[in-house]
């Protein structure tokens, strides 16, 4: 997507396109990266990047291809991806239920729970690394539009919308790994900023002891 909005290359949109459905067939629940996407052709728009004719018509080639990547597996392996995915979304309903696992208490703890297992450093790294792209003397749209700026407030949206939505309940270190993986640049991007290698040995240290620590509370690895 960032090839296809750097170069306004029809070849990128049909790739992205493909890509999208390869991303809903490996986690449904990572779709919520569509907040990402979004705010990165508003920033490409409002940039000018891309012209806005241009990104609509290259949208419509990667719709296209989304479409066609979707009839080929219908076609050649029987396989459908909307079916499954309201099969998927029954499972959770019913799993919920069963184990009654209630949507209040949840929405709280999977954020709790979220957070521990993404790391303290890199946790507090976030709103660091927001407060630094947004405190400059540069115009309103600069500092809007900085890299970090986007990946830090999309990142946190998208926590909040996948955690709203109530489907994953005490499930979220290995359901939200996707997140937690995007959770990690804004704390390589204060490493960098800080130009330090004793906070990039700090944030690495203190994750592994957060792991060695917390190793025992997952049940099925105890004897």
């Known amino acids: 997507m960032l090839r296809w909005l750097a170069t306004g290359r029809p070849v990128y949109a049909a790739l992205f396109g493909a890509a999208i459905y390869g991303l809903m067939l490996f986690e449904p629940g990572s779709l919520v990266a569509g907040l990402l996407f979004a705010a990165l052709m508003a920033r490409a728009l409002w940039r000018g990047d891309i012209a806005s004719d241009v990104l609509a018509q290259q949208t419509g080639i990667g719709v296209a291809t989304f479409a066609a990547t979707y009839v080929a597996m219908a076609v050649w392996f029987g396989f459908g991806l909307a079916s499954a995915l309201r099969g998927v979304g029954a499972d959770a309903a019913r799993f919920n239920l069963a184990a009654a696992r209630p949507y209040g208490i949840w929405v709280?703890?999977?954020?709790?729970?979220?957070?521990?297992?993404?790391?303290?450093?890199?946790?507090?790294?976030?709103?660091?690394?927001?407060?630094?792209?947004?405190?400059?003397?540069?115009?309103?749209?600069?500092?809007?539009?900085?890299?970090?700026?986007?990946?830090?407030?999309?990142?946190?949206?998208?926590?909040?919308?996948?955690?709203?939505?109530?489907?994953?309940?005490?499930?979220?270190?290995?359901?939200?790994?996707?997140?937690?993986?995007?959770?990690?640049?804004?704390?390589?991007?204060?490493?960098?900023?800080?130009?330090?290698?004793?906070?990039?040995?700090?944030?690495?240290?203190?994750?592994?002891?957060?792991?060695?620590?917390?190793?025992?509370?997952?049940?099925?690895?105890?004897?």
């Not at 729970?113 to 303290?120: A, E, H, I, K, W």
């Not at 407060?131 to 003397?137: I, N, P, R, Y």
């Not at 926590?159 to 709203?164: E, H, K, P, R, S």
């Open 108 to 223: 709280r703890q999977n954020l709790i729970d979220f957070l521990f297992g993404v790391g303290v450093c890199q946790v507090v790294a976030l709103p660091a690394a927001l407060a630094d792209g947004l405190v400059t003397k540069a115009p309103v749209q600069s500092r809007l539009t900085t890299p970090i700026v986007v990946v830090c407030l999309t990142v946190a949206g998208m926590l909040a919308a996948v955690d709203l939505i109530g489907v994953n309940r005490g499930e979220v270190i290995r359901l939200w790994i996707f997140l937690g993986c995007l959770f990690q640049i804004p704390a390589a991007y204060v490493c960098a900023r800080l130009d330090s290698r004793a906070a990039a040995v700090l944030v690495v240290g203190t994750t592994l002891l957060q792991d060695a620590l917390g190793s025992s509370m997952v049940g099925f690895i105890v004897p």
